[in-house]
Structures are given as C-alpha cells and as structure tokens.
C-alpha cells in the first residue's frame, strides 16, 4: 500500500472531541458510522402496531460508549450492553473482538436520529428504509409489512449483484 493511505490502517479508538461538540459534526460522523455498523429495523411490536429500531453492533466499545453518551445529551435514551466474547461464533462468522451493542427501540426517538442522520446520508438501501419508516410512522403493521419486505428483497437482490461482479 502506498504510503499515503497509511492513514488507513490505524482505526480511530475514540470520537475526537471537535466532532463531539458540535452537534451537526456529530450526526455526520454517527451517519457514517452508521452506513458501515448500524441497521434499522421494521419489527412487530404488540398487536398490529410496529416497531422501529436503530441498532450498531461492533467492537468500538469507547466509540459506542461516546455514542450513547452524546444522543444521551440530546434527550435520546439508548440502551448499551456486552453482546459476545471474543472467539464465540456470530451470524457472519467468529468474533476476533468482544463485541457490543447498541440500541434505540423508542420509536418517536428512532424518527428523530433518522431525521437528522437522513441529511449526511449516502447510503442507498439505508436512505430508502429511513425514508420508508418516515413515511409509514403511523400506519400499523399489516399496512407496512409488504413494504418492508420489498426493500428487504431490494437489497438482498443488490447484495447478489454485487457479489456476481466480483
């Protein structure tokens, strides 16, 4: 690797405090983590209502850990919590880092993140499930549920085709 891309190679362990302070910088920077980490999620809750979840599982401890504390200061309540070891075995294969999670269920502050985050994002299939949640808030489940599982098969079918031109 050329030199100039050896920025690259040491990941950041922390959010730096300019990004921190700034309220905008920081709904940046947590867009573009979140393109990478993080998915949002359209579940049923009781009834025939529906749920809507953001969720970031990584290893980035002290960056999740920044995470909750910053939307905290916003009025946000995420939960935090220790999801595996190290070496144990996860859905895309073994965890080579103890990994966490980090999870907003309240569905009035899930609208709120994804208003502000729609703004930084370029990412297709994640701005097409903001927008779908954005624009299905108040409708129930059975009204949603074919939407949902339409994006879902859109983005599985540009998983594929990425794969087949590889």
Same mark, same amino acid.
């Given at each position: 690797?050329?030199?100039?891309?050896?920025?690259?190679?040491?990941?950041?362990q922390e959010i730096p405090k300019w990004i921190l302070e700034n309220k905008d910088c920081f709904y &940046?920077?947590? %867009?573009? #983590?979140?393109? %990478?980490?993080?998915?949002?999620?359209?579940?049923?809750?009781?009834?025939?209502?529906?749920?809507?979840?953001?969720?970031? /599982?990584? =290893?980035? *401890?002290?960056?999740?850990?920044?995470?909750?504390? /910053?939307?905290?200061?916003?009025?946000?309540?995420?939960?935090? #919590?220790?999801?595996? /070891?190290? =070496? *144990?075995? &996860?859905?895309? =294969? /073994?965890?080579?880092?103890?990994?966490y999670n980090f999870i907003m269920y309240r569905k009035s502050e899930t609208l709120r993140l994804i *208003?502000?985050?729609?703004?930084?994002?370029?990412?297709?299939?994640?701005?097409a499930k903001m927008k779908y949640i954005q624009e299905n808030k108040d409708k129930n489940w059975k009204?949603?549920? &074919?939407?949902?599982?339409?994006?879902?098969? =859109?983005?599985?079918? &540009?998983?594929? *085709?990425?794969?087949?031109?590889?």
């Amino acid at each position: 690797m050329d030199k100039s891309f050896e920025f690259l190679l040491k990941k950041p362990q922390e959010i730096p405090k300019w990004i921190l302070e700034n309220k905008d910088c920081f709904y &940046g920077f947590l %867009c573009g #983590y979140s393109d %990478c980490e993080a998915s949002f999620s359209i579940i049923k809750s009781h009834q025939n209502s529906s749920r809507f979840i953001f969720r970031i /599982t990584a =290893g980035d *401890k002290k960056v999740l850990e920044q995470i909750k504390s /910053t939307l905290e200061s916003y009025g946000y309540n995420p939960q935090f #919590y220790f999801k595996s /070891t190290k =070496g *144990k075995q &996860g859905s895309f =294969g /073994t965890y080579n880092i103890d990994m966490y999670n980090f999870i907003m269920y309240r569905k009035s502050e899930t609208l709120r993140l994804i *208003k502000n985050l729609l703004p930084h994002s370029k990412h297709k299939e994640k701005i097409a499930k903001m927008k779908y949640i954005q624009e299905n808030k108040d409708k129930n489940w059975k009204e949603i549920i &074919g939407g949902r599982d339409k994006i879902r098969e =859109g983005i599985k079918a &540009g998983l594929l *085709k990425n794969i087949s031109q590889n």
